[in-house]
């Protein structure tokens, strides 16, 4: 009922945090409860507690919550949309388990299927409870809601009448009763009431995903993995030795190379190396999973091919690094540019832990850490405000080559407000003029209550900015 009132489905905003806690209290109650000890069976034992929580359940909790309070931070779109498919990732791990990576993966399977077995149990608990005498006071908590709802409607409808004041009050909480926002109410309530069951249902019976978590182990003989991996290290060798002056040439390569552009130099091979470094991640994974090392012969043979394997890796994607950052110099940062940047940063930390997992070769902990490293980059994505980030960018590169996209500057989202207002007439006005405008057409309640849009528009009605400046056509960024 508190999603379906307060969640906002067309915007980030305050509504969705209070939901994740509306969730996360529902999921607390719900423990503390008598409930059967397995849910698919009516056996009449039941349990006053159940099983306890391992700590990273409180974790993935936790950042579930805080990858959808993002929507109360920033305005982006394209952002949140991010932390919400992450939030579903987190939010599954945190009520399903799973600490390998088939276990992870088999987690975030079972979440949606367990929306579906819980339904059958809810009809038996509520049946269940109706056999059990509790009819009657349902029946007298209907009665009391009614009553209540009843009192409210009729005294708030004589206080408004009476004060203006509470009258403007009242119609910013209470929704205009129309037909698509009653239909968005029982959608929301509906999608809701299916996850929080599910969730419920993964809870009083953790699935047993131990034979997912340590699968039984088989091993290939040394040579079958060692000569293909050798060659595999030799290749990737020889790259790097051959393309030092194209990986780390950088402006002095691009301006000594005929017919070469910073465009064709930035793009020349980048998709292509993103491919190789996570091809090689799998490879290395592979290779962990199949090796022998019972002796110490093959323990040091792991250590060595793979990590050369992952140290000339690294060598990759320091110079996806630098060929983004200096595209980014040249013409401009975008968001795509911005997020392959990031996709590559958070696979060199993925391959230095795996270099740090070589050392005693036990990587227990490797795809925790990984996927955790994953939602702390978007988190500290949030923190830093991204479009603020390119709008920032561009406007310093705007200062020395007076070159600037102001219609794609005008797409980002209110959090880059601040940042344009630097920009002198008219780049500002053409810039700032169509999130203005956006603003002033569409304002938010308090379900869709957020920091970016706010003082974006107390910025924006101190130094308010044109609406319906021609403003020049727009140049590719490259």
């Not at 367990?114 to 056999?131: D, E, H, M, T």
């Not at 290779?287 to 093959?298: L, N, Q």
């Not at 102001?406 to 169509?434: F, H, I, K, M, N």
């Not at 956006?438 to 304002?443: K, Y």
């Amino acid at each position: 009922m508190v999603a379906a009132l307060s969640l906002p489905l067309d915007r980030p905003g305050l509504g969705w945090l209070i939901t994740a806690l509306a969730g996360i209290a529902a999921l607390v109650v719900a423990r503390m409860v008598r409930h059967p000890l397995s849910p698919g069976t009516p056996s009449p034992q039941v349990s006053w507690r159940a099983p306890a929580l391992p700590r990273a359940r409180f974790a993935w909790s936790a950042a579930t919550v805080l990858l959808l309070a993002a929507g109360t931070l920033r305005a982006a779109g394209w952002l949140f949309v991010l932390c919400v498919l992450t939030a579903a990732v987190t939010g599954a791990l945190a009520v399903a388990g799973g600490r390998s990576l088939r276990g992870m993966v088999v987690a975030n399977v079972l979440a949606p299927v367990a929306v579906l077995r819980s339904l059958p149990w809810v009809v038996k608990g509520l049946a269940r409870i109706r056999r059990g005498g509790a009819g009657a006071s349902g029946t007298r908590v209907a009665a009391t809601i009614a009553v209540s709802v009843a009192l409210l409607v009729v005294f708030g409808a004589l206080f408004a009448s009476a004060d203006a004041a509470f009258a403007s009050v009242l119609d910013s909480i209470v929704p205009d009763l129309r037909a698509d926002i009653v239909v968005r109410w029982c959608f929301i309530f509906a999608v809701t009431a299916g996850a929080l069951s599910g969730a419920a249902f993964l809870r009083a019976a953790p699935p047993d995903l131990s034979g997912w978590e340590r699968p039984a182990r088989r091993t290939v003989r040394r040579l079958e993995w060692a000569v293909p991996l050798g060659l595999l290290v030799t290749l990737f060798a020889v790259f790097v030795a051959v393309q030092l002056t194209v990986l780390f040439g950088g402006a002095d390569h691009v301006l000594k190379t005929e017919g070469l552009t910073y465009a064709e130099y930035a793009r020349s091979g980048f998709w292509q190396l993103l491919v190789v470094t996570g091809l090689t991640l799998a490879v290395l994974a592979a290779a962990a999973r199949w090796a022998p090392r019972e002796c110490r012969t093959d323990r040091m043979l792991i250590r060595s091919v793979l990590g050369a394997l992952a140290g000339l890796t690294l060598v990759i994607v320091a110079s996806s690094l630098h060929r983004m950052n200096l595209y980014s110099d040249t013409y401009g940062l975008t968001r795509l540019r911005l997020l392959v940047a990031l996709c590559e940063l958070w696979l060199g930390v993925v391959f230095v832990l795996v270099l740090a997992a070589g050392v005693k070769l036990r990587a227990a902990w490797l795809p925790r850490v990984a996927v955790g490293v994953g939602v702390f980059a978007l988190l500290g994505l949030v923190a830093a405000n991204p479009d603020g980030l390119i709008a920032d960018r561009n406007v310093d590169r705007f200062v020395h080559t007076h070159r600037i996209d102001t219609w794609y500057l005008s797409t980002l989202s209110p959090d880059a407000v601040p940042s344009l207002d630097r920009l002198p007439q008219p780049e500002r006005e053409c810039a700032l003029g169509p999130i203005s405008l956006h603003l002033s057409v569409d304002p938010d309640d308090w379900r869709g209550a957020n920091y970016g849009r706010a003082y974006a528009r107390d910025l924006l009605a101190t130094r308010p900015a044109m609406r319906d400046r021609v403003c020049p056509q727009p140049y590719a960024l490259d």
